[in-house]
């Protein structure tokens, strides 16, 4: 059964970093692209950063770039986003997701982990 898990959320001042991990199990996570969404309160969720199933190409949206990097190792059936600089606006509870291509984000079909969350205030 697929699944899944989001961790490495908390608490952090402004300007912090945090390292968020996503570990899959119950399908083959080396075959797919995986994303990184992202849903403040009030807000849709939104894609924010993608990486190929090879670990080549990677995706962000322009309000992260810069601050944010994904990576994966698939021997570990783990995807983390670091996120440095963080700022007030990037507070939401973050999740993972397979994806059918990094270029649009569009979730493949299946549940969704329980995200985790980031709260960035002073």
């Known amino acids: 059964q697929l699944q899944l898990v989001e961790s490495g959320g908390g608490l952090v001042q402004p300007g912090g970093s945090l390292r968020l991990s996503c570990t899959a199990s119950?399908?083959?996570?080396?075959?797919?692209?995986i994303g990184w969404f992202r849903q403040a309160p009030g807000k849709e969720r939104e894609g924010i950063s993608c990486?190929?199933?090879?670990?080549?190409?990677?995706n962000y949206a322009d309000s992260v770039k810069g601050r944010f990097t994904i990576s994966r190792g698939n021997a570990k059936n783990t995807v983390y986003l670091q996120m440095n600089s963080l700022r007030p606006e990037d507070t939401a509870v973050y999740y993972c997701?397979?994806?059918?291509?990094?270029?649009?984000?569009?979730?493949?079909?299946?549940?969704w982990g329980q995200g985790t969350q980031v709260t960035v205030s002073s």
């Open positions: 997701h397979h994806v059918y291509r990094c270029s649009d984000y569009e979730p493949r079909p299946g549940s």
């Open positions: 119950g399908f083959t996570f080396a075959s797919y692209d």
């Open positions: 990486i190929s199933n090879s670990g080549g190409p990677t």
